[in-house]
């Protein structure tokens, strides 16, 4: 299972994608990571999917990451008669507090700290701005609004208020109840949805525990003027650009996207780009060019990995979207231009001997034609720091932690493998050089360069650099 890129594809599964056999699909095709995303359907439903990839992990025989998203405080609207309505433009359309399922006029907005907060002429946008309306009466029990520009509203479909200041805490009591289905389940990744502060994502690090990593969504203008010290207390960022793109600036979204992706690789930590990266996809079996641009200056711009929503979750052409990524992504690593962007983009070591030993893999690799690079990871982060030299190579993350080799799946250029521990150093090289020609990274004759921290097992101490030969093994 193999792949021909570095950078990571990550699928969310929902109703177009819930059998076990659909998911097997995905990953054959490309997914690296599944997403289980608690703003939509039952416990239940996760709970399968959840068993689904551990079996297919187990068949494959390849360490597989799960991503629980949390909702956090979106604001979404309630349920429909019809699942979904046209509101055509002028139209009047009303936002109440009646639990009843909405019509053509009506629907319920379970949020009521909201109808206290907002103004006549606010601004509201459904569904990541594809329905706008305009504020026209509000009282305690409803928002009468205009419809600006006609367009369809479903079935809990996000709301959004631009330029209201939310003071909701980035962890929900419903989040709180999924968080320990999920720890309970063992999930890899934690999305936190709508950080503001470093605060908030400290505040669930005590919850986890270490149970699992925390991917932290920036979804908010505000956590934009946070970036720095949020990045340093989250184990990866989500650039969440479909409410980021309604609450900031549109026309800021790209250069923000940029600067994102550029403080996360200075600082070692993987970033995600999601949201409508291949949104025509829901329903054509290929992408508009614009999206094929869009998910290529993703990878241009040095992103770990990429998010598939409703293409996979809920769309007509699920792996048809994991296949179109796929090439977009592959193509991109192959064209000289990427490569020279990924040089000059190359992150200056630290004065460690962690970073001085990982930054000469990745030129001893090139000077030597080797295969790959071998890190002997506990908890993971010597890959890390692998994967921000970003080399020529693949790299192989070997770990005796199941835990951690999962976790890895979203790392770029990172090819998991869960092994027993080297017993000694002339084990580690041994098992470096069968692994190598095992997973198809290396034959007889190649070099692979191993990065390693002696005494095995302790965490974050990468002191050894092999150059091996796969001769023998």
Not at 32 to 45: A, G, M
Request: one cysteine or more; aromatic letters at 6%.
């Amino acid at each position: 299972m193999r792949r021909n890129r570095k950078a990571k594809i990550i699928a969310t599964l929902g109703p177009s994608t819930s059998s076990f056999k659909s998911i097997k699909k995905l990953f054959d095709l490309g997914a690296d990571v599944f997403r289980l995303n608690f703003s939509h359907d039952i416990k239940e439903n996760h709970i399968k999917r959840f068993k689904d990839i551990r079996n297919l992990e187990k068949k494959v025989n390849k360490p597989i990451g799960i991503l629980m998203d949390l909702q956090g405080p979106k604001l979404r609207v309630g349920k429909f008669e019809e699942v979904s309505v046209f509101l055509k433009q002028g139209k009047k359309f009303m936002f109440d507090l009646n639990p009843s399922l909405g019509n053509k006029s009506r629907v319920c907005l379970p949020h009521e700290e909201i109808f206290k907060k907002i103004k006549k002429g606010n601004k509201i946008l459904v569904d990541d701005g594809k329905l706008t309306l305009i504020v026209t009466k509000i009282n305690s029990f409803y928002i009468e609004t205009k419809v600006k520009f006609s367009g369809i509203i479903s079935n809990n479909k996000g709301f959004n208020i631009p330029n209201l200041v939310s003071t909701n805490n980035s962890l929900t009591k419903k989040d709180k109840q999924d968080l320990k289905l999920a720890l309970k389940l063992g999930v890899d990744w934690i999305a936190l949805s709508f950080v503001q502060t470093a605060k908030d994502v400290k505040e669930i690090k005590k919850i986890v525990k270490n149970k699992a990593f925390i991917l932290t969504k920036l979804e908010k203008p505000k956590a934009l003027k946070n970036l720095n010290e949020i990045i340093d207390v989250s184990d990866a960022i989500m650039i969440a650009r479909g409410d980021l793109g309604i609450e900031a600036p549109l026309e800021n979204l790209p250069g923000e996207q940029k600067k994102i992706i550029t403080a996360c690789r200075q600082a070692g930590k993987p970033v995600v780009v999601a949201t409508q990266m291949l949104d025509s996809m829901v329903n054509f079996p290929t992408p508009t060019r614009a999206e094929a641009s869009d998910v290529a200056t993703a990878i241009y711009d040095g992103a770990d990995a990429l998010m598939l929503s409703a293409e996979t979750a809920i769309g007509n052409y699920p792996n048809e979207s994991i296949q179109m990524m796929d090439k977009i992504i592959v193509k991109v690593e192959s064209d000289p231009l990427y490569l020279n962007i990924n040089e000059a983009s190359h992150v200056k070591a630290e004065s460690t001997a962690e970073d001085a030993i990982t930054e000469s893999a990745k030129y001893v690799a090139r000077t030597m034609s080797a295969k790959a690079v071998v890190t002997y990871t506990t908890s993971g982060s010597t890959a890390l720091r692998a994967a921000r030299e970003r080399p020529d190579v693949p790299i192989m993350g070997i770990s005796p932690n199941l835990n951690t080799a999962r976790r890895l799946s979203l790392v770029w250029g990172v090819h998991c493998i869960h092994t027993s521990d080297a017993k000694s150093f002339k084990d580690m090289v041994l098992k470096a050089g069968r692994l190598a020609k095992k997973e198809k990274f290396a034959k007889q004759g190649d070099h692979v360069v191993i990065t390693a921290g002696v005494p095995f097992g302790q965490s974050g101490a990468t002191n050894v650099l092999r150059i091996a030969s796969v001769d023998r093994y």
